[in-house]
């Protein structure tokens, strides 16, 4: 997939000054520069080894354990259908399978336009408005199938 990342190198370095290259702040480093690109491109790789003198191991290892953090593009919108206990009994399956439909993608894949990742996640907190998904930042809850892939188009542009 092309992601048409263009790579602000001034911007990762600045990031990693911030953090005065502490490999300590590994974990800092690379959410920072997630929230930039909504993944951390393997172009900057070299430079966290480098920079930070961390293995190069420790860099997968940190973006396998933390799920807000990806070596994969992601789409500009994360779309999570919460699959925990209370929204599962109502109807979370539902969702996914409404949204895999309207979007032609599998869990953990993203468009080709970029535009949305899909990812199951645990509870969310808002248990009572089951079945919930969020999209980036926002919460959307007491969904059916057609209202999800209604969420889902008022995010297209
Ligand atoms: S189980 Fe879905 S919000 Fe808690």
Same mark, same amino acid.
Do not use: M
């Given at each position: 997939m092309d992601t048409g990342v263009t790579i602000d190198w001034? =911007? @990762?370095d600045a990031i990693i000054e *911030?953090? =005065?290259? *502490?490999?300590e702040t590994l974990l800092m480093i690379m959410?920072? @520069? %997630?929230?930039m690109y909504n993944y951390v491109p393997p172009e900057v790789i070299p430079i &966290? +080894?480098?920079?930070?003198?961390? =293995?190069? %191991? &420790? @860099?997968? %290892?940190?973006? +396998?354990?933390? =799920? +807000?953090i990806s070596l994969e593009p992601r789409g500009k919108y994360i779309v999570n259908i919460c699959t925990g !206990? /209370?929204?599962?009994?109502r109807g979370a399956d539902k969702i996914m399978d409404a949204l895999k439909e309207k979007l032609k993608i599998k869990e953990g894949q993203t468009t080709d336009d970029n535009l949305f990742t899909l990812e199951a996640v645990r509870c969310v907190g808002c248990? /009572?408005?089951?079945?919930? @998904? !969020?999209? *980036?930042q926002e919460t959307h809850g007491? &969904?059916?199938? %057609?209202? /999800? /892939?209604?969420v889902i188009e008022g995010y297209k542009p």
């Open positions: 001034e =911007k @990762i *911030n953090y =005065k290259a *502490n490999p959410q920072d @520069i %997630s929230d &966290l +080894t480098e920079r930070l003198r961390v =293995k190069e %191991s &420790l @860099i997968y %290892s940190v973006a +396998t354990f933390y =799920k +807000t !206990t /209370a929204c599962h009994v248990c /009572a408005s089951g079945p919930v @998904i !969020t999209v *980036n007491g &969904l059916d199938r %057609s209202s /999800a /892939a209604e």
